[in-house]
């Protein structure tokens, strides 16, 4: 994804215009959650293999966070190359209306969070 799709010029402006991005292995999420972090147990909590981009939005009533939408590489990225790993016991999906992985991604920030 990082060769691809986050190397982007047009993905790269639109996530530092927009978003304050940041990246956290799942397992140091778990620990995290085990030891009573709220954000941590909130990402472990809604993380599906193999990666997700988490889209969060402050809460005003506490000091969780309020998960506004989410992107899977697996099920949102159909046609990804064959060498990324699938889910245990899933096959890669082909995309079939040819949307590319930055439309995809483009579209969902609009959808969610206006252009």
Not at 18 to 40: M, N, P, R, W, Y
Not at 45 to 57: A, I, T
């Amino acid at each position: 994804m990082r060769a691809g799709l986050l190397s982007d010029p047009e993905v790269i402006s639109r996530l530092n215009k927009d978003f304050v991005c940041t990246s956290v292995i799942i397992d140091d999420a778990q620990k995290q959650a085990e030891s009573g972090d709220a954000l941590a147990k909130q990402l472990a909590d809604q993380w599906e293999y193999p990666v997700e981009m988490m889209f969060l939005s402050p809460s005003a009533s506490s000091n969780a966070c309020t998960l506004v939408s989410k992107l899977n590489s697996y099920k949102d990225f159909p046609g990804v190359h064959r060498d990324v790993v699938a889910p245990p016991k899933k096959q890669h999906v082909d995309r079939e209306d040819g949307s590319s992985h930055r439309d995809i991604f483009l579209k969902h920030l609009a959808r969610h969070f206006g252009t």
